[in-house]
């Protein structure tokens, strides 16, 4: 058994079985832990964005362990990937966060799911902007008769050191993804109402589906969501 590589099943996904697809392309780099493995390797579990998979690990990796790995071949029936280091295990906060911004910003959904588990719900990105996000998957979750529409909603608030906090409300429903952005007063607003039809189409490009967005100005009577402490250097 190559001692630097992981041999991953069912990470293409099973159309039959309803489990989603991850996309593995050769060369990408992810992050994963081990859930369980034999002593001396061997078939044991990891977790993958989220997804626990079977995989065939080389002797040596302990339950617990997290992993920087990269695809070196993917096919229908399996995925190999190599491990490139250990991933950090005992970042600062503000370390992990700066780190998981890095990951979020690279527009790859694995590294973004990756990215918020890392961060705790603090994303500091450059520019000295920081943004705070929560998921709920279960919101609202069922169509009209009841079953799993795949629905959910997300909010996100970007605190941004030139225009003040910018909050982002997503809900996810089996009309479509609908997007409600409240901003300061003025050039924030403006801004935001100028980049909407780009708002729309990536939330399409993302989910699949319609989607629509709008944008409110902040009243002036209502405060606006704290920072987080931290990396964040405040509002000019």
């Known amino acids: ?21 991850l996309a593995l392309s050769l060369g990408k780099e992810l992050v994963a832990r081990v859930l369980m493995t034999p002593e001396g390797g061997g078939h044991g579990l990891i977790s993958l964005a989220g997804i626990v998979l079977e995989a065939r690990l080389p002797p040596g990796l302990d ?18 990937v190599k491990i490139v280091a250990d991933a950090p295990e005992h970042l600062d906060s503000a370390a992990a966060g700066r780190i998981a911004g890095e990951l979020a910003l690279r ?21 000295g902007a920081a943004a705070s996000v929560a998921v709920d998957p279960d919101a609202d979750g069922t169509g009209a008769g009841g079953g799993q529409s795949g629905g959910g909603d997300a909010a996100f608030t970007l605190h941004c050191p030139q225009l003040g906090a910018i909050e982002v409300r997503l809900h996810v429903g089996p009309g479509g993804v609908r997007a409600g952005v409240v901003t300061p007063p003025g050039a924030a607003s403006d801004l935001a109402e100028s980049g909407l039809s780009e708002l729309v189409a990536a939330l399409e490009r993302a989910t699949g589906r319609p989607a629509t967005a709008a944008v ?18 405040g509002y000019a």
């Open 1 to 21: 058994m190559n001692l630097s590589q992981i041999t991953l099943k069912g990470a293409a996904g099973d159309p039959a079985s309803g489990a989603r697809p």
């Open 63 to 80: 339950a617990g362990r997290t992993l920087r790995l990269q695809v070196v071949r993917a096919d229908q029936e399996e995925v190999v």
């Open 107 to 127: 527009g790859d959904p694995d590294l973004l799911r990756t990215a918020l588990a890392l961060a705790g719900g603090t994303l500091w990105l450059p520019g």
């Open 216 to 233: 409110s100005p902040r009243p002036a009577a209502k405060p606006a969501p704290t920072p987080p402490s931290g990396a964040f250097d």
